[in-house]
């Protein structure tokens, strides 16, 4: 993919520019499809009503109270979730670090039972609970990444992701044997989904969203440079140890807050900085600003496509996500040889 | 050359065939037989220590006045459910129950160790774990069938039939009715009857409970018209979770509100946090009513009825 | 079956005997025994045949204990008369119908597991590397799923865990065809497949009330609680093929740990024998699954045992075999007796002994020969 990406690489900043526009323009016809459409009765003319300023209090209400706060939840998670795995991409020189293949969802989900078992409910379980989880998760594997420096083998990285996920899992079904009724909830919390969630949940991840959001702008060029070899990032004036150590806490608090307000969600942070490296080349910089729109742009695809599947009910997000994220896994690992950032 | 039956009080009911290791039943004139999921069951007339692998049975085999001498956990505990627990306390006092496994693991050599002579277990039940229960003792499966609200009565007349008392079961489904019918009289008096729904709620959103569920024929029984508003399938127990969306056709007067925690408030709570939830109507209305979950959405057999109708009345007619 | 098995290694008991007495007629190699009947001649390690012998010996000890143990005691000479036939009745039912059965389920899906990871992780030269972790057992988990919660399918749930198995490695196959190094691509499609039937898992559960989500419960944990016994038998049918053959392979596997460059040199033929290595290994890992669900960590465990006791000559198939049947008779025993009358299923007490040792692997510094 490197091979074909670098061309592309070289067409400067008008074509990024370019590309960038024509991100934002899908995005705002996400964001409208998401306003307008919907499992409910309202349908597209009368939530078009309302965005023109009339329609009746039931379409207000719908779209006002119910489709704007997820669309703008959806908004958030997709751009945490794409920056994150950008970052860890970047950081690791890894195509396949992403969080959720890194154990992050399983970890949020055992915390979420643990949480369940020690006699939380699930109705009013906080989102803390979950990000707690998922910084674990995180920093479980991206500590092996560390200690055992095999973060750049794509593979090895993957499977100790793979493994975590595994062992997680194993301890929340012990939990589930004994405790019928964490085992009947957990079954509806280990799904991603941005149904149901308040815009109240959005505005409480917000600080942890903006300060990660901030230390990314800081880190990108740190990030450039260390991608030329931490001696040039050195040489550069750089401290490729304080880079890492910034890049896991930014990943922490992204991932934390996304599988907090949304539960697991896999894959967007693979299939997102997969096709922003296709399209603006292998510079963490310019795919950074390229994530920014088609995150949101995958996530919100995704949920209107989950309202409408199975209307009136709802497909789950996650298992949206799922299936779209592993064909371009598949995609990614079956470039001629195992492509290294 | 001889042999020794471990069990004395087994030796009459057990023969050792061709000099193998079966077990198998050689049951005298006093047996029945009774038609169960896997074919004719031959069962001792009146059977001694009772097994029951399934709440159900468990609930049956009390509502009859037997006392089983072993049971499963039920969900969220390490004991039975709470309402066959306040109903052992007051019924037989004392009574203890041993624990054979969790309803996900049965443990065949715990149960095999009770030396049972009647086992009573769920429609759920994998087939080879009948082969190897079928074994131990008669074993009791009703058949599976698709939801219904009466099922429980079929169930329960199954179990009645199996543990040879038929008639009491019959008594007790018919105070089942006695008392639902009673109660309806009651709310017609008092004003108090109307449309219902009966749900659960998730993180996610609602799920509404199927209008073929054992708890909701019972509702609909004491008078109130509980509807699931179609947004169930055929044969499914409950809906899938529910686009917010789509809450607004749960325009019940009453809405039951069913969690599997004590904490039912801290779950309205959350649920009222939820602007369209606040909008439906029972809620506008403080018509609300919080349930137990365990009992309410997965209990099933004549004493559920009876703890269900009673919850129901304290709630309605206040 | 399990007579047949240990018939198997009374032969190489004997062959061992066999061996030091014709230690006279030729030189072989130090550690080696040489072995000659007729024009067939045969190295024999020393090592290797030591620590078989120990596993063996274990295993039957262990086996003879989890005879013994549980909610029903039975004593030595109980067991002795029960399994000549004789004893009582229910001793006679305990032993022969419910605990037998399982301790051959225990041998047999322990042994293939074992197996099928030993053959993954050499070939990827990852300890990581076994059809549980990455994604083969998840595809036997949700069919299996699919079948007990009834999705109008009207396989019975082993033959779906066996055909979930076959479809997701099918798919990865597919998938990762193409000029491949160490299974590399195999393994990473497996990942993404496993995630994808994950989350196809997850979805049915969340879709069925909590009684049938019981009892699909087996399905995802593993257990070894009234196994099919049409499957064990499949699964007795799949080893004594598979595991000939795995030895078989095992010269070549033992080459392949080296560089592609001097596997080839020495004349292996690299595409077809790992082919053949993924194949075996995942064929085995589905006739385990559909017998006892999935119960991935043995895999992991099984080889990693047989290691750290081996030499680093070969690659210790059949060391691993047994390691993972003693580990998994252990681990069933420990789950049947720890809680009683509550019995943990196997794939939890393996997880709860394999994770802290998954941890290990993970953390430690570059191990030995596989990393």
């Known amino acids: 993919m490197a091979g074909v990406a670098a061309p592309l690489a070289l067409h400067g900043r008008r074509s990024l520019a370019g590309m960038t526009a024509l991100a934002c323009v899908l995005l705002l016809l996400a964001v409208l499809a998401s306003l307008l459409l919907g499992a409910g009765d309202v349908g597209p003319a009368r939530a078009l009503a309302v965005l023109l300023g009339a329609g009746d209090e039931e379409a207000r209400f719908v779209v006002g109270s119910l489709r704007l706060p997820r669309t703008l939840i959806g908004i958030g998670v997709g751009l945490a979730l794409a920056v994150s795995g950008a970052l860890l991409q970047a950081v690791s020189r890894n195509p396949l670090a992403e969080p959720g293949l890194l154990g992050v969802s399983a970890g949020a989900a055992f915390a979420v039972g643990v949480a369940l078992w020690l006699g939380a409910s699930t109705a009013t379980l906080r989102v803390a609970v979950g ?211 | 050359m001889p042999r020794q039956p471990l069990f004395p009080p087994l030796m009459p009911s057990l023969r050792l065939l061709l000099g193998g290791a079966s077990l198998v039943l050689a049951l005298g004139a006093q047996a029945h037989s009774v038609e169960t999921a896997n074919g004719p069951v031959e069962v001792p007339e009146s059977p001694e220590r009772i097994v029951t692998l399934y709440e159900g049975a468990l609930d049956a085999a009390l509502a009859t006045g037997r006392l089983p001498v072993a049971a499963v956990t039920t969900r969220g505990g390490d004991g039975v459910a709470r309402y066959i627990e306040s109903h052992l306390e007051a019924e037989h006092p004392g009574a203890e129950l041993a624990i054979v496994g969790v309803v996900r693991e049965i443990n065949l050599e715990a149960v095999l160790a009770q030396r049972p002579d009647l086992i009573l277990a769920a429609p759920q039940l994998s087939a080879e774990q009948y082969a190897l229960l079928s074994r131990i003792a008669p074993t009791v499966v009703p058949e599976a069938r698709p939801l219904a609200a009466d099922n429980w009565e079929a169930e329960a007349r199954l179990f009645g039939e199996a543990l040879g008392q038929a008639d009491a079961m019959e008594a007790a489904i018919a105070e089942v009715h006695e008392r639902s019918a009673a109660l309806a009289e009651a709310l017609e008096e008092a004003d108090g009857l109307g449309s219902a729904n009966l749900i659960r709620w998730m993180p996610q959103g609602p799920m509404v409970m199927s209008e073929r569920l054992f708890t909701s024929g019972l509702i609909a029984e004491a008078g109130l018209d509980l509807s699931d508003a179609g947004l169930v399938r055929d044969g499914v127990v409950h809906s899938d979770t529910l686009s917010l969306e789509s809450l607004s056709r749960l325009d019940g007067d009453w809405l039951f509100l069913a969690t599997l925690n004590e904490e039912g408030q801290e779950a309205l709570d959350a649920a009222r946090r939820s602007p369209a939830f606040a909008r439906l109507p029972a809620v506008a209305a403080d018509r609300v009513v919080p349930v137990d979950g365990q009992l309410w959405t997965s209990a099933n057999g004549p004493l559920a009825a009876l703890a269900i109708l009673e919850e129901l009345e304290a709630a309605l007619l206040p | 079956m399990e007579t047949q098995r240990l018939r198997g290694q009374s032969v190489r008991w004997q062959s061992a005997a066999a061996g030091q007495d014709s230690q006279g007629d030729s030189q072989p190699p130090s550690g080696y025994w040489h072995l000659t009947a007729g024009r067939a001649s045969l190295l024999l390690e020393r090592r290797a045949l030591a620590v078989n012998l120990l596993l063996l010996a274990l295993l039957l000890a262990a086996s003879a204990a989890y005879l013994m143990a549980g909610s029903i005691p039975v004593s030595a000479s109980e067991l002795i008369r029960a399994l000549a036939g004789d004893g009582e009745v229910v001793t006679a039912f305990v032993i022969h119908d419910l605990r037998l059965p399982r301790l051959a389920a225990a041998w047999l899906t322990g042994a293939a597991f074992a197996v099928a990871g030993c053959l993954m992780q050499t070939l990827a030269r990852n300890r990581l590397a076994t059809p549980g972790i990455i994604g083969i057992d998840n595809g036997a988990t949700a069919f299996a799923v699919a079948s007990v919660v009834g999705l109008g399918v009207s396989l019975a749930p082993p033959a779906m865990a066996l055909t979930g198995a076959a479809t997701a490695a099918a798919i990865t196959f597919g998938l990762a065809s193409g000029g491949d190094t160490r299974g590399y691509r195999f393994i990473v499609a497996g990942i993404g497949i496993g995630a994808v039937f994950g989350a196809v898992t997850q979805l049915l559960l969340a879709r069925v009330p909590i009684d049938t ?156 020969r596989l990393s």
């Open chain 1, 131 to 341: 990000q707690l989880g998922a910084l674990l998760g995180c920093a479980a594997v991206l500590s092996v990444v560390r200690l055992r420096g095999v973060g750049s083998d794509p593979v090895r990285l993957v499977l100790a992701g793979a493994a975590l996920s595994a062992l997680l899992a194993s301890l929340t079904a012990l939990l589930l044997l004994f405790d019928q009724r964490s085992a009947d909830e957990i079954r509806f919390w280990v799904i991603g989904s941005l149904s149901g969630r308040r815009l109240e949940d959005l505005l409480a991840v917000l600080p942890s969203l903006a300060l990660a959001l901030g230390l990314t702008l800081w880190l990108a060029r740190p990030l450039a440079a260390l991608a030329l070899g931490e001696r040039v990032a050195a040489g550069l004036g750089h401290h490729p140890g304080r880079v890492r150590l910034l890049v896991v806490l930014a990943v922490a608090l992204l991932v934390g807050a996304a599988t907090a307000i949304a539960g697991p969600i896999a894959f967007v942070g693979l299939v997102v900085p997969f096709a922003a490296r296709a399209l603006a080349g292998p510079d963490i910089r310019r795919t950074l600003w390229l994530c920014l729109p088609l995150g949101p742009l995958m996530v919100l695809g995704a949920d209107v496509a989950a309202r409408l599947l199975v209307s009136p009910a709802e497909m789950p997000l996650g298992v949206l996500t799922a299936l779209l994220g592993a064909p371009v896994l598949v995609a990614v690992v079956r470039a001629r040889r195992l492509p290294t950032l």
């Open chain 3, 213 to 368: 989500a019981n009892a699909a419960y087996p399905w995802t944990v593993g257990t070894l609680n009234a196994r099919s016994g049409s499957a064990v038998s499949v699964l007795a049918l799949g080893l004594a093929v598979g595991l000939p053959l795995a030895l078989a392979l095992g010269r070549s596997l033992s080459l392949m740990r080296f560089s592609d460059a001097v596997a080839a040199g020495l004349g292996v033929r690299l595409r077809r024998r790992r082919a053949q290595v993924l194949s075996l290994s995942v064929l085995l890992t589905a006739l385990a699954v559909a017998v006892a669900g999935p119960v991935g960590m043995v895999g992991l465990i099984g080889p990693e045992i047989a290691r750290s006791l081996s030499s680093s000559r070969g690659v210790p198939l059949a060391a691993s075999a047994l390691a993972g049947a003693l580990v998994m008779v252990l681990a069933d025993l420990a789950g049947r007796v720890l809680l009683a009358p509550i019995e943990l299923p196997v794939g939890i007490v393996t997880a709860i002994v394999g994770g802290p040792w998954l941890l290990w692997i993970l953390l430690r510094p570059a191990s030995r």
